[in-house]
């Protein structure tokens, strides 16, 4: 078995590199986007529950105005706690479940052997 290049070694890890940087790119556009739908949701169910701030806080756990500011506006950097606690209080909860796999954008980089969609044939 021969040995690889140096120039092939280093081809490689720079394809790997790319590839990386891609995978990287696609999951903080999706999170980010899917972060602000989340917020906009949480912040909808929240309206509904008819609370105000403080009532929310009580429940809650939270600081009034840590709640006041997430209500105010969008932060990407909201803690998944401030967003559980909240949730509860309005009356719901988190499910996770699996992604449709034709909407699936990481399908390609799991390590995982899956089953074909049914258009791949």
Known sequence: MARKSYR???ERRAELRRKR???R?????????????FHDALKA???????NAVQISDFSGLDSTTI????KT????ARMETFIALLRVAGYTIDIKPIDPHKDDFRQYRRV????LDDEG
Do not use: D, N
């Open 68 to 71: 006041r500011r997430f209500l």
């Open 21 to 23: 940087a891609e995978v």
């Open 74 to 77: 969008y932060s990407a950097s």
């Open 25 to 37: 790119k696609l999951t903080k556009s999706v999170s980010k986007r899917k972060s602000k739908e």
């Open 45 to 51: 169910a929240i309206a509904e529950c008819g609370l």
């Open 113 to 116: 052997a899956l089953p074909p």
């Open 8 to 10: 092939e070694v280093q």
